[in-house]
């Protein structure tokens, strides 16, 4: 179950006329039935057990043990503009219940299928359901990880943004209850800077797309709003979801965990949003190239995995290549990247220096920081920005200092 893509979640679509609708509330409009007169709330209408109203078709809805079973019937327009009417379902590995964290597989589908046909509401063929047309697909990635690792790494993601793509960037903090907005680069010109009350706003309203307050998580863009190149992908604490939202599911079904599994469960989701999506996926090299369930299904999870891996990288500067000397000696190179890496971290000279005062020998301590301010001149003169950024670091930290500040 960990570190390999897994099948999560996502839509399967069936054409209506390959489903026998058993419960005809499911396709038609309805007259509601009141066997106890008095719901109809004093209405005028007591002598009547019938409401007076028709009622659209509802889609079907059960929760079992934190399971949302959900289908429903939806006109799809094809390229030549004729509709075709379908049964959209919507399936989750919870659908698996005890064998959740398999995901959804060739080897356990078929409960699933079991379970809606058992609801006494429609009953679909396993041929037919595996023939449906497969979107919105969440493939996720288990990892175990401790808390402040986890913090770590979502510091590392949050310092390092494709700047393009940094609004899209949304922190939850278990601990604090807050949203955390990273702004571009150049806030004044950043209309969502301007209006971060706002988004936090809107953020806590949208529970579906945003981890819940209880929580500890990174998301990337919204599942409405993601493209191409930017997909919906989120990070979170399994552990903390486990044990907060989805309490009735892990109560049911998976209790007891490992406290060493559950304390530190951490998963990640990519969502492979619809057909465009899996044509750009496979543009890019990936064989994500299932139209339908069965195909789907018979993916390797090799192939899921890097998939599911394609995601974070557009939300990530890229690498610039290192600009060190490679002519010097391999102790000189290791020093330059060192250097270059502590730059990067906010280091100014003084502190690139610092390590030279451990040094008892005055001789050896000159020659040391003589050589090391060499080595700083020459990357530095190699490479502009790290110029620029170093420039950046003596001012932010002479402010520092000046608040009384050592870092």
Known sequence: MFNVGLIDSLKVRVKLDKVKILDKRLITDYIAYYPDIETLDNDGNEQQKLGDNFRKAEPFTKIINGITYRFYIKAFIDSKKQAHEYVVF???????????FEGISAENYRTIIDDINSFGVLHVKRQDFCEGLVSDIDICINQLIDIKSLKTAFSLIINNPNKGKAPLLHYINRSSNQIYYTPTEDKKSDENYNRQDEILKNLLEVKKDVATTTNLGLDFNKREKATNTAPYCKIYHKGFELLSKSIAFYKAYLEPMKTSVIDN??????????????EYLCKQGY????????DLLKARQDDLTKIAKSGLPHYIEAKVKSKINTELSPMDVAMQYYIENLIKL???KEKLLGFTYLI???????????????????LTNRDKNLTIQIQNNERSNKFLQNLGVEL
């Open 360 to 378: 008892d020998c005055p001789v050896s301590r000159s020659r040391t920081k003589s050589k090391a301010k060499k080595l700083i001149d020459d």
């Open 90 to 100: 919507q399936i989750s590995a919870k659908m698996l219940k005890e064998k959740y």
């Open 346 to 348: 906010g280091f100014d």
């Open 265 to 278: 469960l951490v998963r990640y989701e990519f969502t492979i949003k619809a057909h465009k999506h899996k």
């Open 287 to 294: 064989k994500a190239d299932f139209k339908t369930f069965y």
